[in-house]
């Protein structure tokens, strides 16, 4: 049996990728990795994702303002970029988008009025989002459930059992990223456990957060084979049907 790989959530416009990205992406799909959703953060990897998508039948893409930016989109004009780009036939979600609590930096109002306004834009398009959370679960459940209902994922998700059962219960599917394999990941062993895997996708947030025995090497998509085997030891079961299992939720999440 030959495992079939969805990537749902990658940034191959990244820069570490410059000097050999279609080699890179080539070397995906001849391993097995069937579809990837390469993820913008701002206009221009907006455009990068488009020029991407165009490029190979097999990838796909999000495309939105991650909080980090959302301090250069206060008060200026990027919801009729947003539009033109989700339109797009193969853009199939708005991401990624959230809140970012992390660091100090960014004004908190600034980061939920830029979120609401891109989850109004994803109502509008009938599209389901891709979040980013970190240290902000509070706002994150509070803000989505104004915009209920809406579908999306909680990209690398980190955080406690609590929140993932409260996420789910809103139709919410979780991001399980290479964390999963790092020896301080107690919070997602245990949602890996306890949650459905209807409610799990595999990720890999490349060319970031390389799972063990990667660690500090550039991310790629083929390595959500560590992930699909962590998830596998977690449940006692099967490498391959749970792998088969991943890559229907993710087909079933993004209606392909």
């Known amino acids: 049996m030959s495992l079939k790989i969805f990537e749902t959530h990658s940034h191959y416009y990244d820069d570490s990728f410059l000097h050999d990205r279609d080699e890179v992406i080539e070397r995906q799909f001849n391993y097995g990795v069937k579809k990837i959703l390469n993820c913008a953060v701002d206009i221009d990897s907006c455009k990068k994702t488009i020029d991407i998508i165009d490029k190979y039948d097999f990838i796909y893409g999000a495309c939105g303002i991650h909080p980090s930016y959302s301090k250069y989109y206060y008060k200026i004009t990027y919801e009729d970029d947003l539009y033109k780009f989700n339109k797009h036939k193969k853009v199939l979600a708005i991401g990624e988008i959230g809140l970012d609590y992390y660091y100090d930096n960014i004004d908190k109002e600034i980061q939920k009025e830029v979120f609401r306004n891109q989850l109004k834009i994803a109502k509008d398009l009938d599209k389901p989002v891709i979040i980013h959370c970190r240290d902000a679960y509070a706002d994150t459940l509070r803000i989505i459930k104004e915009f209920m209902p ?89 490498f391959y049907k749970i792998g088969d299992m991943l890559y229907k939720n993710a087909l079933k999440f993004f209606s392909l």
């Open 150 to 238: 809406i579908r999306g994922v909680v990209h690398c998700f980190s955080g406690s059992l609590e929140i993932a059962i409260e996420l789910i219960k809103l139709g919410f599917y979780l991001g399980i990223s290479g964390i999963s394999t790092f020896k301080n990941a107690v919070k997602i062993i245990e949602v890996i456990k306890e949650i459905p895997i209807e409610y799990l996708l595999t990720e890999t947030d490349c060319p970031y957060l390389s799972p063990v025995p990667l660690r500090g090497k550039r991310n790629e998509s083929i390595n959500i084979e560590y992930i699909i085997k962590k998830i596998a030891d977690v449940r006692n079961e099967d």
